[in-house]
């Protein structure tokens, strides 16, 4: 089945550097990428979307500069934290999205713990 | 406004239980409902999903209906295994686009032997 990969599965940060996690879909191409945000014992929140070669669209509340996605390839996405605060240290997750004519899938990477020191 | 309320956790079952997680929703339109399971160390895996009122999603012994009267989805397995130790979630996509997945706080399994 469709693959997502993250990296790293963990990092550990002091206040004020930037950390980068990437997403990978491994064995097919996704035009759509999403991240999400999911705090201790809560629900997964959507953060942005991000579709190859063009901005990502964010939600409402989530702060465009600090965090930065890319989505340079058809496989890879990246999410940039800038200037990361203890307040960012959360689970971030990714998915790729599958859409075909007979088929809409999301498929979800394992997800990176983000401590913030 | 969309949203996912699910049952809290931990479930703790022994094998050869049934199992009964609900969920229950609010939302504008016709959404379409899933349930995703998170292993350990795993991504999040689409379990089974329904598009439609009255729609019976299936899958690994899971069964979910969508009750659109009781705006309802619960999850139901008549008899689980330990393999079926997980964290569960509902999830909602709004009517007119799978693009925004809308998810319920998680339900964790435990099943012992």
């Known amino acids: 089945g469709a693959v997502v990969s993250q990296h790293p599965s963990w990092v550990i940060c002091k206040s004020g550097t930037s950390v980068k996690i990437e997403c990978r879909s491994l064995?097919?191409?996704?035009?759509?990428m999403f991240w999400y945000r999911q705090f201790p014992k809560q629900s997964l929140m959507l953060m942005a979307t991000?579709?190859?070669?063009?901005?990502?669209?964010?939600e409402q509340g989530v702060e465009k500069d600090k965090f930065l996605i890319n989505h340079a390839s058809l496989t890879l996405s990246t999410l940039t934290v800038t200037s990361a605060h203890p307040e960012d240290s959360s689970f971030y997750i990714c998915?790729?999205?599958?859409?075909?004519?007979?088929?809409?899938?999301?498929?979800f990477g394992p997800g990176t713990r983000l401590t913030v020191l | 406004g969309n949203s996912v309320t699910q049952m809290e956790g931990p479930v703790t079952l022994s094998e050869e239980a049934f199992l009964t997680i609900n969920c229950t929703y609010t939302?504008?339109?016709?959404?379409?409902l899933f349930w995703y399971v998170q292993y350990p160390g795993e991504g999040l895996q689409l379990l089974l999903k329904?598009?439609?009122?009255?729609d019976k999603g299936s899958n690994k012994g899971f069964e979910a209906t969508y009750r659109k009267e009781t705006t309802s989805f619960h999850l139901e397995k008549g008899s689980v295994q330990v393999s079926d130790s997980a964290v569960y979630f509902c999830?909602?996509?709004?009517?007119?686009?799978?693009?925004?997945?809308?998810f319920g706080a998680g339900t964790r399994l435990a099943v012992h032997p």
């Open positions: 998915s790729a999205r599958v859409a075909g004519i007979s088929t809409d899938t999301q498929y």
């Open positions: 064995d097919f191409q996704a035009t759509t």
């Open positions: 991000s579709n190859e070669g063009s901005k990502a669209t964010y």
């Open positions: 939302a504008t339109g016709y959404p379409s």
């Open positions: 329904a598009t439609k009122a009255d």
């Open positions: 999830a909602l996509a709004p009517s007119g686009g799978y693009n925004k997945l809308i």
